[in-house]
């Protein structure tokens, strides 16, 4: 039986949901603390003893803490190997499977909140304009690849997906993804999944 992971987050929506979600895909128990952010938790000495920044998420499991979504994700996939989230070192497909982490994680998160950003955390709607024809070429260039198959890197679900899954909802809760069928469509396939509605990642839009 897995040990229980404890995850520190602020709200449902933020890079913490990654971690939720992976949770509940390798059936990790899971208890989840909400940080005062108003309240300056997240600076205070037992928050950053987990996580030197003072950001989310960061978690605590067998004694010991890691921090950044990305990074936990990827341990434990690895420490799950029979899921088939991640892929080996040896195999041939690491190379591709880093890339399509990596642009999850940095490229497309980067730009997805920038739009994000703009739109409800502090809207713009210049910022918000700019966003988008940033975020053009990237989204345009991921529906070309995901009408040929059904995940990032074929027809098997793997932490790429998760990673870009996150930023997918954001980008749907602030109608960023009206011009593209096939994202939406793709995110459906994601929402679908039993582990991301117990995650509860993909929330409905706001009407």
Not at 18 to 36: F, S
Not at 61 to 83: D, F, K, R, T, Y
Not at 132 to 144: C, D, G, K, Q, S
Not at 150 to 164: A, C, S, V, Y
Request: charged share 25%.
């Amino acid at each position: 039986m897995p040990s229980k992971l404890v995850l520190y987050s602020f709200v449902p929506f933020d890079r913490s949901a990654r971690v939720r979600w992976l949770a509940h895909e390798l059936g990790i128990e899971i208890e989840e603390h909400k940080l005062d952010y108003a309240g300056g938790e997240h600076r205070g000495e037992d928050h950053l003893r987990r996580h030197p920044f003072g950001l989310v998420p960061a978690i605590e499991m067998n004694g010991e803490s890691q921090w950044e979504s990305v990074a936990i994700c990827q341990a434990l996939a690895e420490q799950h190997p029979e899921a088939g989230f991640t892929v080996p070192l040896a195999s041939p497909m690491r190379k591709q499977y880093l890339s399509w982490l990596m642009f999850a994680a940095s490229t497309f998160d980067a730009a997805a909140f920038a739009v994000f950003n703009s739109s409800a955390i502090k809207p713009s709607e210049d910022r918000r304009k700019h966003g988008m024809a940033e975020l053009f070429p990237l989204l345009v260039h991921l529906a070309r690849h995901l009408n040929e198959r059904d995940f990032l890197m074929g027809e098997r679900f793997m932490l790429p997906d998760l990673i870009i899954g996150h930023s997918i909802q954001l980008l749907y809760l602030v109608k960023a993804l009206e011009d593209y069928p096939g994202l939406r469509d793709y995110r459906r396939r994601l929402a679908e999944r039993p582990a991301a509605k117990a995650a509860s990642v993909f929330s409905p839009r706001p009407q």
